[in-house]
């Protein structure tokens, strides 16, 4: 969905799953939402302190709406809380903020879990890497699946317990 510059003005975001996809933007563009979405800052405005045209402005708001509104990142957000630790921060650097596999593994961000000798967790390789983010991906299907046949729909937050 396209939404042009005019439309853009009539986007209200109430979605709780959207407000949290919204959240795991990065801190420039979640601000520069917030400001347009809740403040009610204009395009002009945003523009003048951005140092852009407000056409750009535009372009920038559509596309970080369209990102935030991916139903992938929806399901990913609603399914935060059922994912363990380590998946939670694999999903984060992986599939939310975009870093490689191999960047990952050769920076060591993600331990093999906790050695009983005290010394340092050896690194996840990059296959073992890909082989958890297809588990998170599954699971995440699993849990959008389940919400859907329970009637919630496939990105409705999950009823509080």
């Not at 520069?32 to 979405?37: G, I």
């Not at 535009?58 to 991916?70: C, F, M, N, V």
């Not at 599939?95 to 050695?115: D, K, N, W, Y």
Request: hydrophobic share 40%.
């Amino acid at each position: 969905m396209c939404l042009r510059p005019a439309k853009l003005s009539q986007v209200r975001v109430s979605d709780t799953a959207l407000l949290r996809a919204i959240g795991t933007l990065p801190r420039r563009d979640r601000s520069l939402l917030q400001l347009f979405l809740n403040k009610g800052a204009s395009q002009g405005e945003l523009a003048g302190v951005l140092g852009v045209s407000r056409q750009r402005v535009g372009k920038i708001l559509r596309q970080l709406l369209t990102e935030a509104s991916d139903p992938g990142r929806l399901a990913l957000v609603n399914a935060w809380h059922r994912l363990s630790p380590q998946q939670q921060r694999l999903a984060y650097l992986h599939l939310i903020l975009g870093m490689p596999l191999r960047e990952i593994s050769r920076l060591g961000l993600i331990s093999q879990g906790a050695e009983a000798n005290g010394c340092p967790d050896p690194a996840v390789g990059r296959t073992t890497l890909g082989r958890l983010v297809r588990q998170i991906e599954r699971k995440v299907r699993r849990i959008a699946a389940a919400a859907e046949r329970e009637g919630h729909g496939a990105l409705a937050t999950p009823p509080d317990r």
